[in-house]
């Protein structure tokens, strides 16, 4: 029993040293999709010390009919660029911290997508989440099938 509370102590110590002088923290979801058995994908909006964006998810993806809800500081917008938007609003201002951005079922018949949509099965949306006078600009997906 000795020696295994020396072979766990000395277990953890290497695992805190390593951990000490590498990155270590944990990795965040590569990509957002609709929480199981709903229709809506949950993005958190959180900030870093310099104030800057924070998305929980490298990129989102999103199918005609479900909601994209946004979560985060009382105040910030998410703002799609190149006049390019799946919802025809360009800034969406949060309210009370929330911003729901809502896929149309027919967004692949819509004649600024069909193109876009026929070749690449999917429709690719930049935007921004502003807050505090800065940007952080990752991709919304939408895919034609789930």
């Not at 270590?24 to 590569?30: L, N, V, W």
């Not at 807050?131 to 952080?136: A, C, F, Q, V």
Request: with cysteine; hydrophobic share 35%; charged share 25%.
């Amino acid at each position: 029993m000795k020696h295994l509370k020396i072979a766990a102590t000395a277990a953890l110590f290497t695992l805190l040293t390593a951990c000490g002088s590498m990155d270590c923290k944990p990795q965040k979801p590569t990509t957002g999709k609709a929480l199981p058995g709903t229709n809506t994908v949950v993005v958190g909006i959180s900030l870093d010390k310099s104030g800057m964006p924070q998305e929980s998810y490298k990129d989102i993806v999103a199918y005609p009919g479900q909601k994209v809800l946004y979560a985060g500081p009382d105040q910030f917008s998410i703002v799609f660029k190149d006049k390019k938007t799946p919802n025809g609003k360009i800034e969406n201002k949060s309210i009370r911290g929330v911003v729901v951005i809502q896929i149309p079922e027919n967004i692949f018949a819509q004649k600024e997508f069909i193109e876009e949509g026929r070749k690449f099965d999917q429709l690719t949306f930049d935007y921004g989440i502003r807050t505090n006078g800065k940007e952080l600009d990752p991709p919304l997906i939408i895919r034609r099938n789930n």
